[in-house]
């Protein structure tokens, strides 16, 4: 019976690491080719969100539900610029300066294409992305599901952050946390991923 439990400890303990990006968990989702702007600005951005008509293209091999995936879209965001401006999330719908004179656009001009998985990419600081923000395109590609992190979207308020003066190098990262974390992992999380079937 002692053991049992130091077991259960212990499966508990690989369980929370799984969410943690710990190497001890086998990846759930392989890590897919590069993705460029190219690639993204030759979507067919043929979906609107209900809220703020963001513009969205869904890659076919994504699970997801669409509608689910374009609600969570604005809700998301939502949270993201009620949490991090304090002005309510209607800010979304009209031209934001931030930093001094810069003006980020409402965000029906904002184009974002999911995918299914973490992907090769050419970011600042890394080479393979769960989401990236193309300031100049004004676009964002971001993964349904990433690992080590939980829900759906994970990283979608951190990207949402880049757009709203975090810098690409995540120099002044510290002033948009924790508006930009993802969800925290859940034991059902665990469960769902299909880890110990």
Known sequence: ???????????????????????????????????????????????VTRGYEMKVAIREDVEGDTEVILDSLDEMAADFLECQFGMGPGIGADDFPIEGEEIVPPLSELRVFVV????????????????????????IIISENSLGRCGELPLWKHELGHRYGMALDHSNQAEFEPCINPPECEFSDFLDSGIGE
């Open 1 to 47: 019976m002692k053991y049992l439990g130091l077991l259960t400890l212990l499966a508990f303990a690989i369980f929370y690491s799984a969410c943690n990006g710990s190497d001890l968990i086998p990846a759930l989702g392989e890590v897919d080719s590069k993705i460029t702007e190219q690639d993204a600005n030759a979507q067919n951005f043929d979906l």
């Open 116 to 139: 299914p998985f973490n992907f090769e990419c050419d970011a600042v600081d890394r080479d393979v992305c769960a989401g990236i923000f193309f300031p100049n395109s004004d676009l």
